[in-house]
């Protein structure tokens, strides 16, 4: 039934508990992981339209990187500690929704697996900004956890 | 995993996306299907801080039953035939939102599912309005179709 299923991991409880139950589906589902961590990076486009500087510091941007590519590969050993073979992790830049919806399509998943509040959330809000938004705009069936 | 899921339906077509993947999971999973139906119904508070009419016309509340209870009906049926046992309907007056996350407190499921759009949907949106409040306020994974 859902023979591809992305994650969306950001290092927050959220992700984590999303991360836990879709290892519970892939168990009975025999599907196949995809995790997926999104690091904030802004298009050429978006820059010049905004206030933020088109050049982030290298520093800044290699520390983005760097965290959401140690979030992917934690992720993935904990899948697979949780016995978990089919499982692959992936970090990219963008906009995290957008991001996240491209990457489901591009891979032809069947569900996309988000935690209800990730990294940024206030405590106000029951439903993040990326979780409302890829729950928005998905042509596919999101699970919010 | 999911002992017990709720679907809601509403007579869309959005409604019928959601059972028929819900049937797709129960099959899966050995759930019980628990399929609601909610009818627009005001409580006295809210309508009397509002212009709504305390009472609805005799006529009209029963309508909004009968359209509830008959949806309610057939989405069972409609299970049924597709080879589900294990499922109940149910249909209820209530604000729509509040009366699925209550439901789903009240039966203990594990999942809610749910159209992305429903019957008052505008073409204009993705997301309709009640699956927007039950995924901003369950405290259970809600699975939007």
């Known amino acids: ?23 519970g589906l ?51 050993e904990f899948a697979q500690a949780q016995g978990v073979e089919k499982v692959r992790s992936f970090y990219m830049g963008g906009g995290p929704a957008r991001t996240i919806v491209k990457f489901c399509e591009d891979h032809d998943a069947q569900l996309i697996v ?9 405590e106000r809000y029951m439903l993040g900004s990326v979780s409302h938004k890829v729950t928005n705009t998905s042509t596919r069936p999101v699970l919010i956890v």
Do not use: P
């Open 114 to 122: 988000l935690g209800s509040r990730g990294i940024s959330a206030s």
């Open 26 to 76: 892939q168990k009975i589902h025999d599907s196949e992981l995809l995790l997926l961590s999104v690091y904030l990076e802004h298009t050429m486009w978006e820059a010049s339209v905004s206030y933020v500087n088109t050049e982030l510091t290298g520093s800044t941007h290699s520390a983005l990187q760097e965290y959401a590519r140690e979030v992917a590969r934690q992720c993935k």
């Open 1 to 23: 039934m859902f023979e591809r299923i992305v994650v969306g991991v950001d290092g927050s409880e959220g992700g984590l508990e999303a991360l836990k139950l879709a290892i």
